[in-house]
């Protein structure tokens, strides 16, 4: 019997329904026993909380640390023709690595899949710290993203199986907040190393921390469930997807706005196509629930992106610090960081709602706060902006980066409670890093699209993208809410779905 057959059956059994299909926001019933940061963090579960938040922030901080090492890496090596593809060749593996990662868990193993992981992302490391000229540089960080894909994927996937399903909501606060700690921990460390000069002993320093991390996997993770050679690699999907995100990574280093929308283009065509090959069955990335009718996990999925869409301005944030603030290049780079820093504090926070009520607010509200707050920024954008205003920014991101924050974790729940077979539960928590890393790319795309619209004008740029993201992230709150009212109803003529009692076994 096939994954998705048995899922099937599983549903059937529920009266029709999957834990997506209950009468449960999010998919899963919640306990009114809060989880604790303490239990989380204690010595039963710290190891299997921390060693997968390490992977996801080593990936998330490597996204930008290059940006800023390298300018003082052209000077030596050179290669400033290839400037603009060190964010391109990193962010095209990272979103390939992600999507095997269900598949490396079946066949070695939490502890297995880890150590490739962190050892990948440790070889690319190193051969970026002796690159003698730029293109082995590149093949260096292209080395490093796909080490990176896979640690993020990991993340959210041994959160599955290797916590409490009380502790999910916690793991993946986390997890995800890891992201926001990166952006802004990636170009700071970078900017102190370049500061004296080093950018070779920071991509040292990156090894180190991966193969500290790898030599306590096996004493902190779960070995987790091995099933031998797992389902067959889904080739086309995964040629469909790398093509899709080579193609949006391109566009955002062509010049000009019509070759960039036609990159734009071409990306989302090719995302259809992915989405076509998955439906007619075989070998897929997403869950089999993903496309069955009436199934919310589509939504999850999308209101996921949608949330992760809204990064990408962080992309130009400095710039309009510096141009339209005056701000000077260091304070400019810890002003755009002030979503990542709301995102990270405000999930820290959400993480402790259990009532379903309050779950089903934080996920339609997450994304309205998210536009709200980037509409506002668009609206406070001026020449030559006084010191005052430029002030005000700061907190008007950090709510806008909280919207984020407050949505991602429950919404991370609700996905990995969307199937009650282990595998296809492994292969939904692992393709949140997948719709993550995918949509920032987009995102940083799209965004380079807005900005050369403006021309030569810095603040008609500045509110395209910010105006423009802020609309892309205000549909977020009608994914979430379809998500919820699909996760709610029962089909006419079938029996509602008997409740599943929570259970700390994942």
């Not at 930008?64 to 290839?82: D, H, M, R």
């Not at 970026?128 to 000229?133: D, E, I, L, N």
């Not at 603040?459 to 977020?476: K, P």
């Amino acid at each position: 019997m096939s994954v998705c057959d048995r899922e099937r059956t599983l549903v059937e059994d529920l009266g029709g329904h999957g834990p997506v299909g209950r009468a449960v926001p999010g998919g899963t019933r919640v306990t009114n026993v809060p989880p604790s940061w303490r239990e989380m963090l204690g010595p039963e579960h710290a190891g299997a909380a921390i060693v997968p938040a390490a992977g996801v922030l080593v990936g998330a901080v490597n996204i930008y640390l290059a940006s800023s090492l390298l300018p003082t890496a052209v000077a030596e090596i050179g290669g400033a023709g290839f400037y603009a593809w060190n964010m391109t060749v990193y962010l095209v593996a990272m979103v390939v690595a992600t999507m095997p990662v269900s598949r490396l868990l079946t066949r070695w193993g939490n502890v297995g899949a880890y150590l490739l992981g962190f050892t990948v992302f440790l070889v690319g490391s190193l051969a970026c710290a002796v690159s003698p000229a730029m293109p082995v540089l590149l093949a260096g960080r292209g080395v490093q993203g796909l080490g990176a894909g896979l640690l993020s994927g990991l993340g959210f996937a041994v959160v599955r199986s290797a916590l409490p399903r009380r502790l999910w909501t916690r793991g993946n606060a986390l997890m995800s907040a890891m992201y926001g700690v990166g952006n802004f921990v990636g170009p700071a460390l970078g900017g102190l190393f370049a500061q004296f000069g080093g950018w070779r002993p920071a991509f040292v320093t990156m090894a180190a921390i991966a193969a500290v991390c790898a030599s306590f996997v096996h004493r902190v993770l779960p070995a987790g469930e091995r099933g031998g050679a797992g389902a067959p690699v889904p080739v086309v999907s995964l040629l469909l997807v790398t093509a899709a995100t080579t193609a949006v990574s391109v566009a955002g280093v062509l010049s000009g706005p019509l070759a960039m929308a036609v990159g734009v283009a071409v990306a989302l065509l090719l995302v259809v196509a992915f989405v076509a090959h998955e439906r007619r069955g075989g070998p897929r990335v997403f869950p089999c629930t993903t496309y069955r009718p009436g199934s919310p996990l589509k939504w999850l999925y999308l209101t996921l992106a949608l949330l992760a869409f809204g990064v990408a301005v962080e992309s130009f944030l400095p710039l309009f610090g510096q141009r339209l603030g005056g701000l000077a290049p260091a304070a400019a780079g810890f002003f755009g960081a002030a979503i990542s820093l709301g995102w990270s504090a405000a999930q820290i926070v959400s993480s402790s709602a259990v009532k379903d009520r309050t779950v089903l607010r934080s996920r339609v509200a997450g994304p309205l706060l998210l536009a709200s707050g980037l509409l506002v920024q668009g609206l406070l954008q001026r020449q030559d902006s006084p010191v005052w205003l430029v002030l005000v920014w700061v907190p008007v991101l950090f709510v806008a980066g909280a919207g984020i924050g407050l949505a991602y974790p429950h919404l991370s729940v609700a996905v990995m409670s969307s199937a009650r077979d282990p595998e296809e539960g492994g292969r939904a928590a692992a393709a949140i890093a997948t719709v993550t890393s995918l949509s920032i790319a987009f995102g940083t795309a799209i965004a380079g699209v807005l900005v050369n619209l403006g021309g030569a004008s810095v603040l008609d740029s500045a509110r395209y993208v910010l105006f423009g993201c802020a609309a892309v992230c205000a549909v977020g709150a009608v994914t979430a809410r379809t998500a919820a009212r699909l996760s709610r109803s029962a089909p006419a003529g079938r029996p509602a779905p008997r409740p599943v009692p929570p259970t700390d076994a994942s």
